[in-house]
């Protein structure tokens, strides 16, 4: 019997656009804490037991750290966190794009000791409630964040973000300076792209798939945008037979190296 594997969240959907790639997206469901659970399918079934997939540990690990989750409502969004203990001055993390509180997962134990850590899903991701006709945009998440960060912490905060994470750090840290104590931009996308150059980035893709989801009333994103984006991930990933799974999963430990 093989040992069974533990898998990030980040390995758990590679898998899922490498499984994609080969026509099996429907063996996947999304969960709000785990990300990406395999659903029994003929050929999925055969490389899950190969592969011996867990649960990510990580999830007992931040929960053993005292990591609670819990939600507010503020203007009139349902902001789902996750709260660290009242350890230190007040820290408050936002993730990248189409991620959640979990790609801090690794970080969040050590943090604890010295920081009261809020992992915030920002509107858009994960349990976090819009209403109706909500507008994704920069000042309406971002003053709705800061009405947050009123409420729930009450004083200047620590704050940085991941990618789209730390541009709504910025703007907090230039419309809201009384309530941010320092801020850590990591890896923010701080440029400008006109047409039609914009069309040959990675972001033109990723936003295309976004807008085209909302039109077409997409209830599960992750299997949607995995299968639009199919000749992408077949150029980057690769295409590989279902009833050879050892190849696949061959290929999969090379990349996670």
Request: some cysteine; hydrophobic content about 45%; overall charge positive.
């Amino acid at each position: 019997m093989n040992t069974p594997t533990p898998l990030s969240r980040r390995q758990l959907l590679t898998l899922g656009a490498g499984l994609a790639a080969i026509g099996t997206v429907g063996g996947f469901a999304t969960a709000p804490d785990l990300g990406l659970i395999p659903r029994p399918t003929a050929g999925g079934s055969q490389l899950i037991a190969t592969m011996g997939i867990i649960a990510d540990p990580w999830q007992a690990r931040v929960r053993a750290a005292g990591y609670v989750t819990r939600s507010a409502t503020v203007n009139q969004v349902n902001v789902s966190y996750v709260e660290g203990p009242d350890n230190g001055p007040p820290l408050v993390l936002l993730h990248a794009q189409q991620l959640d509180w979990f790609g801090y997962s690794r970080v969040l134990p050590e943090l604890a000791k010295k920081f009261h850590v809020f992992v915030v899903d920002y509107q858009g991701h994960g349990n976090t409630i819009t209403p109706a006709g909500y507008a994704m945009t920069a000042n309406r998440i971002g003053t709705d964040l800061a009405a947050f960060l009123q409420a729930k912490i009450g004083q200047p905060a620590f704050v940085t973000g991941n990618s789209s994470g730390g541009l709504l750090t910025a703007w907090l840290a230039a419309n809201r300076p009384q309530q941010v104590r320092s801020v850590l931009l990591e890896d923010p996308p701080l440029f400008a792209s006109e047409y039609p150059r914009i069309k040959k980035t990675i972001a033109y893709r990723d936003f295309a798939s976004c807008a085209t989801a909302v039109d077409q009333n997409v209830r599960d994103f992750l299997p949607f945008w995995i299968q639009v984006n199919k000749d992408f991930i077949e150029a980057n990933v690769g295409v590989v037979n279902l009833a050879q799974p050892q190849q696949f999963v061959t290929a999969l430990e090379g990349f996670f190296r």
